[in-house]
């Protein structure tokens, strides 16, 4: 999963009161940034307290059976939707990473929802074919140029009525930045965020949580 280091949209002063008056990380989440920020080399790919619990909240307002994330890396994201799942649910999570397997293992043991998490380890082009069945929630938040194949691949598999969310759908301000050079992500997420405002299959909203988080519901 690749990023870069994310623009402030808002104020650091509002920014803080916002966080600071959010319900705190518990202390597993808290290990896991502490650890993310000491051992890996881009820490800020983490969703990190306040984008993980407006990922939590979500899932809890929608209750899903099965929740799909394309992009695990530290699994901050995770867990964060894995909160909301029903008592029988499941979320599958995909990484190309597999370096990172001891790690996921390692929160697994910590976090409420760990028995219901899997992990898989691949190209997600690839394993997407593989999985069955559809999902009630998809998360998509991993490499920038293929964010429009991910979207053609998984809004079929979306239940009718179900949810997908879209991360760094702002890309640091560049999407109203003049374009520099081949810029594939940047003129990735162009096409993408115009064809899902113009997709009559969703109704959708960009929310300005973070880098952009565009939010889909499946409606045909």
Known sequence: MHKVSFMNFLPEAIEAYATGHTK???AAYNDLTRETWQTMVLPRM?????QGKFLSMISQMIQPKRILEIGTFTAYSTWSLAEGLTE????ITIDINDELQRFHSKYAAKMKNGHQVKFIYGDALNEIPKLEGSFDLVFIDADKENYIYYYDMLLPRLRLGGWMLIDNVLWSGKVVEPLKGNDIETL???ELNKKVTEDPRVD???LSIRDG???VRRIA
């Open 24 to 26: 705190p990380e518990s």
């Open 46 to 50: 983490s969703s990190g307290h306040y």
């Open 88 to 91: 029988e649910g499941e979320l």
């Open 188 to 190: 990735t997420l162009l």
């Open 204 to 206: 959708n909203l960009l």
């Open 213 to 215: 988080l565009m939010l």
